[in-house]
């Protein structure tokens, strides 16, 4: 078919100062890695933290060190939070680590593991773009499908979804699932891609064209509305 504010407190005890855990636990690293490096570093370095809180700030930091593109530290705290915890929250996001940094059959290994543990619908769609990112969209839909049976209104399901049956040429499947993802979240342009692409696919190009100039007008210079009108034809 075609050529993702907090402080640091410490706790003033007679003789010992202690850093307070859940101010660590409480930064999103996703929104604010820097903070989540420094905040969950400092308490790393305090004596007496109890195992758990030990690996929920390796996880926090792991986390962060993924989003600043530091892969390699990344893998380095969430490996070590599993090695001690064997959370299956951190193996997922272990798993993404392992996408962000390009090594997609570990990423893939880890998520089917995770899977046999816990049914998790984030580990099903996980997997499936792991697997669209390998090009192997039939292994990728029957993963898609087995999130979207879990949580039918996830954006990033109905997309995903979409996008496997696209790439397998079912695009009379796709279509209903791309209407509901422009339904739901009317502001984002991914789902009106797979929209045009699917309405191309079923013959309808002239419809998809329109749409898709039409889309340029409420997204300006979206690189895949562009590359669809470059490729459609």
Request: aromatic share 8%; charged share 30%.
């Amino acid at each position: 078919m075609r050529q993702f504010l907090g402080g640091f407190v410490v706790l003033a005890l007679p003789g010992v100062l202690v850093a307070d855990p859940h101010i660590c636990h409480r930064i999103n690293p996703n929104d604010k890695p820097e903070l989540s490096v420094e905040v969950c570093t400092e308490l790393l370095e305090t004596k007496g933290l109890e195992r758990s809180e030990r690996d929920e700030a390796l996880t926090n930091r792991g986390i962060a060190f993924r989003e600043l593109g530091d892969f390699q530290r990344s893998i380095l705290d969430l490996k070590l939070s599993v090695s001690s915890s064997r959370n299956t929250f951190t193996m997922r996001m272990l798993a993404w680590t392992y996408r962000e940094a390009g090594d997609l059959e570990a990423a893939e290994r880890l998520y089917t593991e995770v899977l046999a543990e816990d049914d998790h619908p984030q580990g099903w769609l996980s997997r499936c773009v792991v697997r669209q990112d390998m090009e192997r969209y039939q292994d990728a839909l029957g993963d898609c499908k087995q999130a979207l049976r879990r949580e039918g209104d996830n954006l990033d399901t109905v997309y995903f979804t979409a996008r496997a049956f696209s790439f397998l040429d079912q695009s009379g499947r796709a279509l209903p699932l791309t209407e509901q993802g422009m339904s739901l979240a009317p502001h984002d342009p991914r789902h009106l891609t797979e929209h045009v692409w699917a309405l191309h696919q079923l013959g309808r190009t002239k419809e998809a064209r329109q749409k898709a100039r039409a889309g340029l007008e409420r997204f300006p210079e979206d690189p895949d509305l562009l590359s669809f009108l470059e490729q459609s034809f």
